[in-house]
Nanobody, 124 residues
Framework: QVQLAESGGGLVQAGGSLRLSCAAS????????MGWFRQAPGKERDLVAG????????YYADSVKGRFIISRDNAKNTVYLQMNSLKPEDTAVYYC?????????????????WGQGTQVTVSS
């Protein structure tokens, strides 16, 4: 079973940037499409960005398009989320997870439970 560990969150002022990392254990990670999700208090967990297993295809939610960039390094078993021009509404706990490509892509439970997530707080 693949274990996921998110990191890189923190407190940043509006307009600032953060880079999140999601480190995965296990070689099967490399064959999976991966996504970054976020969950704000009292709201559902939503997909914000997705990337195909070979990085040839990406997806972005409208709310982050043009500001966030997803990438991955399969040699390091890691997927990244570069977040620029952050807004207070980006405040949430961010998680990574495997996805299947739909319109939009959806999470699949192939890795079992979610990781612990990483908190992103954007102050105005």
């Amino acid at each position: 079973q693949v274990q996921l560990a998110e990191s890189g969150g923190g407190l940043v002022q509006a307009g600032g940037s953060l880079r999140l990392s999601c480190a995965a254990s296990g070689r099967t990670f490399r064959s999976y499409n991966m996504g970054w999700f976020r969950q704000a208090p009292g709201k559902e967990r939503d997909l914000v960005a997705g990337i195909s297993w070979a990085s040839g295809r990406t997806y972005y939610a409208d709310s982050v398009k043009g500001r966030f960039i997803i990438s991955r390094d399969n040699a390091k078993n890691t997927v990244y989320l570069q977040m620029n021009s952050l807004k207070p509404e980006d405040t949430a706990v961010y998680y990574c997870g495997p996805i299947t490509w739909r319109d939009p892509p959806v999470w699949i439970p192939d890795f079992g439970s979610w990781g612990q997530g990483t908190q992103v707080t954007v102050s105005s």
